[in-house]
């Protein structure tokens, strides 16, 4: 892990990196509950995260403000979605963000729906946590995909 200056604190991209493992073991393993705490262990208390999209139709989708509801996503996430194919094509980075740039198919499981779409998963990075989450992705077809019509 690189540090800054000797310090011990995480740098915004050994925070991206952090995030992309844990999310891989999570994906691992995605009933059990120490997997998305080792995730949600990387955001700070008072989070600004936000996935686009109608929580009534995605319910992973929608704004959250706390690690636990942070941690909580991530089974919902399960529940709703098969990953199919991810892969991150470059995380950028400098002292405060962090943004993974990559593509994704996931089918989802209520429907059997494949999702096809390029991401970016943007972080702010405050004394080594995560203080603001963003992703961006074809929030319109994953609606689509969702929708039984």
Not at 124 to 147: C, F, M, P, R
């Amino acid at each position: 892990m690189s540090h800054i200056s000797g310090s011990s604190t995480p740098s915004p991209r050994d925070v991206a990196d952090l995030y992309l493992a844990r999310v891989g073991a999570f994906w691992g393993a995605p009933e059990d509950p120490k997997k998305s705490a080792a995730i949600a262990d990387l955001f700070a208390d008072d989070v600004d995260w936000h996935v686009a999209g109608d929580p009534a139709l995605v319910p992973w989708a929608g704004r959250r403000r706390t690690r636990d509801t942070v941690c909580a996503f991530f089974p919902v996430l399960a529940q709703g979605v098969e990953p199919r194919r991810y892969e991150v094509k470059r995380i950028l980075a400098d002292d405060t963000m962090a943004v993974i740039v990559g593509d994704l198919t996931s089918a989802i499981r209520s429907t059997g729906k494949l999702v096809e779409s390029p991401f970016a998963i943007e972080f702010t990075v405050l004394d080594g946590k995560i203080t603001h989450y963003q992703l961006h992705e074809d929030s319109y077809a994953v609606a689509l995909a969702a929708s039984v019509r």
